[in-house]
């Protein structure tokens, strides 16, 4: 099946009902169906070829929505660039996959044209808001520049012949990796179909689901969600943020929200609200947790705040999307454990030399095998051979997480930690690398170094150690200003420790294991 579809065959079956809410507006399946196909006609007809990459650059939004649709009816491969990444990264991004046709608005396009004359294969830029645009420079010989608006408004709306197979590319997921460039996960129709049909089947849900979803598209959670809904024929109530808590609380009472995604992040917001008691959630069926497992207390707050609900926790990394998710009746046996391998799915752990562990308790990485293991790395062959290994079957890869877990009597996993330096805050991973390279732009910065440190809420914090140049008068303040200008917010260290001198390894490298 491919990713398209999901869309396709739930507006061929249920055409006139509402399939995305999104602020004041309120979309049919048909409607959705119809946008993206003149979104798809337009594509092709701007030269995108099958498998070509188009990069989304927007908030949540229904034109994000309508965009990813359209890129894969078109053949292309579609990559949701997170909102809040600045031009730098945005350019390696785009340069990295090749990007052909990039999709974003007047806001977003300001803060990254400056790097567009370093992006050769862009061709086309298309604007959601063109009609807006004022004093923007849109004479580059070498880009050209259309209007959303226009191509809804004029090109036709009839469904294009399928133009790939399930094992062609759907997506590219863009995730931190050790280097300190983002790695693209490749992700291919099947992989996304059977990924989606899992958490479906162990979530039950159905066509009268309602989903609310506050995380951004660019994190597979996030998009999944959409995806999901479109598959199974719900509703998606999409929202850009938790910025106003009430807010949503009110959107789940007023849609009637059946589904509530969340990170411990949320639920430690949620449980500074007042008077939620007396709100009626007797509508939401679930709500999913998923990066870390959810602290015992947290569980208890929100099952006072919403008692009607059952409660998922679950385990994924996106290099195939989610692996185990444990069954709302066994929480309050084993609270801190992300349960078991999901519907076609296997998972088991290994030791330092790739033996199978098989000893309760025992502490190994977790290897995972199922048809929603991805490809592997965009253009990073070692790295795609460091954790798409070969499997048991021949001909097959599994995927080593990277994570290390132990596994009880009863077959249930428990995270540990990560085995290399990556550090994961509310499910985002983050380079270490990538926050020490701007630590050390600042100036008056002799050396920087970052580590993990624990965290009840987000799981793990980002901690910066700093050592100044002689005679450097910076602040915590001051440091926490240049990385909130430079970086996305989750990579913002949460703590600064000042050293006169950071401790070195015998080869005169920074030891970050005295440093934790």
């Known amino acids: 099946m491919l990713v398209n579809e999901f869309l396709e065959q739930s507006a061929d079956k249920y055409p006139d009902k509402i399939a995305l809410i999104c602020q004041d507006k309120r979309l049919s399946y048909l409607e959705i169906e119809n946008f993206s196909n003149r979104l798809s006609n337009a594509l092709i007809e701007g030269g995108l070829l099958k498998q070509e990459r188009t990069a989304v650059f927007l908030e949540p939004s229904i034109e994000a929505v309508i965009s990813v649709f359209a890129i894969l009816k078109a053949g292309g491969v579609f990559l949701v660039i997170n909102p809040q990444v600045k031009a730098k990264k945005v350019a390696y991004i785009l340069n990295d996959c090749q990007v052909k046709i990039l999709i ?77 460039n983002p790695k693209g996960v490749m992700c291919t129709h ?81 449980f500074k609200l007042k008077n939620l008691k007396k709100y009626d959630f007797s509508n939401l069926r679930y709500i999913t947790n998923t990066a870390q497992a959810l602290p015992p207390k947290f569980i208890e707050q929100l099952r006072k705040i919403f008692p009607a609900s059952r409660i998922y926790s679950m385990y994924g990394l996106t290099e195939c999307k989610r692996v185990s998710y444990l069954p709302p009746d066994e929480i309050d046996r084993r609270p801190t ?102 630590l050390h732009e600042i100036q008056g910065v002799n050396e920087a170094a970052v580590v993990a440190v624990a965290d009840e809420i987000l799981g793990q914090a980002v901690k910066a150690f700093v050592s100044l140049k002689k005679g450097s008068s910076l602040k915590e303040d001051d440091i926490i200003r240049y990385c909130s200008k430079h970086m996305e917010n989750y990579m913002v260290p949460k703590y600064v420790e000042f050293r006169d001198e950071l401790p070195k390894s015998s080869h005169g490298k920074i030891a970050k294991k005295g440093l934790k």
């Open 190 to 270: 099947f992989n996304m179909a059977a990924a989606a049909s899992s958490i479906i089947e162990y979530l039950e849900n159905t066509p009268e689901d309602i989903i609310i979803d506050i995380l951004p598209l660019s994190f597979d959670y996030g998009l999944y969600q959409v995806l999901m809904a479109f598959k199974f024929g719900g509703t998606i109530v999409l929202e850009r943020s938790f910025l106003y808590p009430f807010k949503i609380i009110d959107l789940i009472i007023k849609e009637k929200v059946t589904g509530f995604p969340i990170v411990p992040t949320i639920a430690a917001v949620l």
């Open 104 to 180: 974003t608005d007047v806001n977003h396009l300001k803060e990254v044209s400056e790097i567009l004359p370093s992006c050769p294969n862009l061709h086309s830029i298309i604007l959601t808001d063109y009609e807006s645009l004022q004093d923007q420079d849109t004479t580059n010989n070498s880009i050209k520049f259309g209007s959303y608006s226009e191509i809804l408004e004029h090109y036709p709306s009839d469904r294009l012949p399928k133009r790939c197979i399930d094992i062609d590319l759907a997506s590219l997921i863009y995730t931190s990796g050790s280097t300190g």
């Open 337 to 438: 454990s992300v349960g078991k391998a999901m519907p076609n799915t296997e998972v088991y752990i290994v030791d330092d030399y790739g033996n199978k562990i098989t000893e309760p308790g025992m502490i190994g990485e977790l290897v995972v095998r199922g048809a929603n293991v991805m490809r592997g790395y965009w253009n990073l062959p070692d790295e795609t051979a460091k954790y798409y290994r070969p499997g048991p079957i021949p001909g097959e890869n599994v995927l080593y997480t990277g994570d290390l877990f132990r596994m009880d009597e009863d077959g249930f996993l428990y995270f540990i930690s990560r085995i290399d330096d990556v550090i994961k805050v509310a499910g985002e991973r983050v380079s270490p690398k990538e926050i020490e390279n701007v």
